[in-house]
């Protein structure tokens, strides 16, 4: 499978460097490289694939595959080693990714090379290892080696001794060892006793900052002492060790210091360590700090030496010394004896879980899965116990151990959650543990999610919301964590499958349910989503989405009523109508008036479809604005609704001297017309009266008048040829009253 996926992401990248990533022919490419990739990060969470020395890296696997050249050439013409995939990546990010990888190498030697380009040009959960410049490639396809070939020769040396494996992006201690060496061999101006200042503060921070790998740091160490003069090895340890030092090799040289240097900085961080209980932090710090340096060197019983023999020079608290040994003792045991260990351990101290937690880390790498996943499994027991016998602190490291099974057991997840819900259920825990319950729920969670197992979320999230609405007052806050179910990559990637799989009620509805549970910032992806999407069917799939996910969408809905973007606008008021707003009058009101004919007719439209009450005014308010089929559109509504409560909004309409617009003013004297009420008529009766409207308007208004059958419009009509005698229409409607009599006669 991961060869099958190099080849896809070849085919990928020179697709892409013909056309570019945003181009319609590299969409297929695209989306089937995504789709053969994230089986793989299922499985392994995070997947690497690079060069090295003519062969391809997958993960920790070196190969061969003469049909993969192309890839590589392009990856060294562009300074790339390799190129790490984590678990929860979404197409978009691929997407963004690729178009860092095929960014043209001219292009990248002008940013000054591969690693200010890609400090430039930050991915997610994506991470791109610069190559080394003896891999780099010109545009040719030729290797320009960085040293001279005797350097080279040496470095190829190391990594077949095994040394060089882990070599790649080992970062600042190794680019410092390299720099001091240099200054050496060039008799720089720099002291002994300041280069080893400088090494030791860097292995200290190797040793100290659990950002780092110990281990990567030993390996770095050797590689440079490789390269570097006698005298300036030499120079890193005291007179009496330099005979020993000389007669052995590199590796145990890198050993020797980080080992002295835990030990000294042991020493120096107990001499200075405050008195009473907090000393009992700092014992636990230099336990942590020897450890870390044991996992570098792995040599147990050469550390266990050394530490002897500091206790007795520096008169070290005895109880300190009995606990690292016993710690030593256990990291001497072979894995089955500290998983038979484990497992008949009840319960997890401190000490305890720190040795459960490494011992996982270790059996997951060695990918002893089966038998990890029955000790992580056992860990829960706890839950099974009375509530007064669980600690706080047992609840609280859980959350750790469920973190490094991440993606490694689906089996751990299903389990946990299903022990955690059932526990979420008990009423005699208190409310501290039950709000720890619920955070290792959230967490779980979280690390279901980003390996795409949302039907553990699902299960998750209705336990969690049970719990809330079994007892509002109560979990109000603990379970509140249903709304922090999904990383943000998770979320991303819910609307991107849910494109997917646009036809696929049931997933729909579960992705409205997920999203729900997400709050605002889903909702926001969505409607991020909608305003790029070029394609109408996903923008009606991303609508449906929206409206399923609810009344939570309404907030971020509202606010983009005010975007610049006229689509947006549009989008908004169909889908406030969508979610029956319960404020969208107030909330189109103002819409109306938008200087764009379609937001105006989004707007119209959503209003006569909402049915609601009064929606007539609002229509009415807005005719000066309208235009159009928007004003058609409201005219017909307002024809249909025959609503007395618009006539001071027509009223204003007609009248108002901001404006004659005729046309709209007849259509306005139509609705008047519809309406059964004596306003409208007196209405009327002033249309006919101003002699400062054109005379087709007025006879409009006299025709409707004369339509009338309560008696009030002839009234009316009276009283105009009484006021306006000599009128053309006060004629006109004499002598059409003068031949409708005489007719009759």
């Known amino acids: 499978m991961a060869l099958r996926y190099a080849r896809s992401l070849q085919v990928l990248v020179r697709t892409a460097i013909m056309w570019s990533v945003d181009h319609r022919a590299v969409g297929a490419p695209l989306q089937q490289s995504f789709d053969t990739l994230i089986p793989l990060l299922k499985q392994t969470g995070q997947f690497t694939l690079g060069f090295v020395d003519q062969r391809i890296m997958l993960n920790k696997i070196l190969t061969t595959d003469g049909g993969l050249s192309q890839l590589e050439n392009e990856f060294l013409k562009r300074g790339i080693g390799a190129v790490t995939f984590e678990a929860g990546i979404t197409l978009a990010r691929y997407k963004r990714a690729i178009a860092v990888l095929v960014t043209p190498a001219k292009l990248i030697d002008r940013q000054g090379g591969a690693r ?5 040009n930050p991915l997610e959960n994506v991470h791109v290892i610069p190559a080394s410049k003896n891999q780099a490639r010109t545009e040719d396809g030729d290797v320009a080696l960085d040293s001279d070939s005797e350097s080279y020769l040496r470095s190829k040396q190391l990594e077949r001794s095994g040394m060089g494996g882990a070599g790649i992006g080992l970062g600042d201690l190794e680019l410092l060892l390299r720099d001091l ?50 005298d300036f090895v030499l ?9 020993l030092v000389r007669s052995i090799p590199s590796e145990q040289v890198a050993a020797e210091f980080i080992e002295d240097t835990a030990l000294n900085w042991a020493t120096n961080r107990l001499a200075s360590a405050p008195t009473g209980p907090e000393a009992i932090v700092v014992q636990e710090e230099v336990v942590r700090v020897l450890l870390r340096s044991l996992q570098a060197t792995q040599m147990a019983g050469r550390l266990a030496l050394k530490l002897a023999d500091h206790i007795k020079e520096h008169a070290l608290p005895k109880h300190l010394y009995d606990r690292i040994q016993d710690e030593l003792k256990w990291v001497a045991l072979p894995p089955a004896a500290k998983q038979a260990q484990l497992l008949v351990q009840r319960r997890f101290d401190a000490v305890e879980f720190r040795r459960l ?19 992580a499994i056992k860990y829960f027991d706890l839950l099974d116990g009375k509530a007064s016998d669980i600690s706080p602190e047992e609840l609280s490291r859980a959350t750790d151990l469920i973190r490094a099974m991440a993606g490694a057991s689906f089996e751990f997840i299903r389990e946990t959650a299903s022990r955690l819900a059932k526990a979420l259920r008990r009423a005699d825990y208190n409310e501290f543990l039950h709000y720890q319950v619920a955070n290792c729920l959230a967490v779980l969670s979280k690390s279901a999610a980003t390996y795409e197992d949302f039907d553990t979320v699902q299960a998750v999230g209705s336990a969690l919301q049970h719990s809330a609405e079994a007892n509002p007052s109560r979990h109000k806050n603990c379970c509140s964590v249903v709304h922090n179910l999904l990383p943000q990559s998770s979320i991303e990637r819910i609307v991107e499958i849910s494109l997917q799989r646009r036809e696929d009620s049931a997933w729909t509805k579960t992705a409205a349910t997920l999203l ?44 983009r009523l005010t975007n610049e973007r006229w689509y947006v606008v549009r989008n908004a008021c169909n889908l406030l109508g969508k979610l029956k707003d319960p404020e969208l009058l107030q909330r189109l009101a103002p819409i109306l008036q938008h200087a764009d004919a379609r937001v105006q007719e989004a707007a119209v439209a959503v209003l006569v479809k909402s049915r609601a009450a009064r929606r007539a005014e609002v229509l009415a308010e807005a005719l000066p604005q309208l235009n159009g089929n928007s004003l058609q559109r409201a005219i017909n509504e307002l024809v249909l609704l025959k609503d007395p409560s618009t ?50 308007t ?34 006109e409607c004499k002598r059409a009253r003068g031949a409708a009599a005489s007719g009759q006669t």
């Not at 400088?198 to 002492?225: F, G, H, K």
């Not at 008048?705 to 053309?728: K, N, T, Y």
């Open 516 to 559: 729900r549970w997400s709050g605002s910032d889903a909702v926001e992806k969505v409607l991020q989503r909608l305003e790029v999407e070029p394609g109408a069917i996903n923008r009606l799939a991303l609508v449906r989405l929206c409206v399923q996910i609810g009344e939570v969408s309404l907030e971020a809905v509202r606010r």
């Open 181 to 230: 060496g240099a200054v050496g061999e060039r008799g720089g101006d720099v002291s002994p006793q300041h280069r080893l200042s400088m090494i030791e503060r860097s292995v200290e921070a190797a040793l100290t900052d659990e950002r780092y790998n110990p281990r990567d740091s030993y390996i770095a160490l050797a590689r440079a002492l490789q390269e570097f003069r006698p």
């Open 235 to 243: 120079s890193l340890f005291p007179s009496d060790r330099q005979p």
């Open 647 to 696: 006539l001071p909004e027509l009223g204003a309409f007609i009248f108002s001297g901001s404006h004659r617009d005729t046309k709209k003013i007849r259509r306005a004297i139509e609705v008047l017309g519809a309406i059964p009420a004596e306003g409208a008529l007196e209405l009327l009766a002033t249309v006919l009266s101003d002699t400062t409207m054109d005379s087709h």
């Open 116 to 120: 200010p380009f890609l400090e430039q």
């Open 698 to 731: 007025r006879a409009l208004a006299l025709s409707m008048l004369r339509l009338d059958r309560s008696g009030i419009g002839h009234r009316l009509v009276q009283q105009f040829l009484a006021r306006f005698p000599e009128d053309p229409l006060a004629a």
């Open 357 to 375: 937690m490494q011992h996982v880390r270790d059996q997951l790498a060695q990918g002893q899965i089966e038998q990890t996943t029955a000790l």
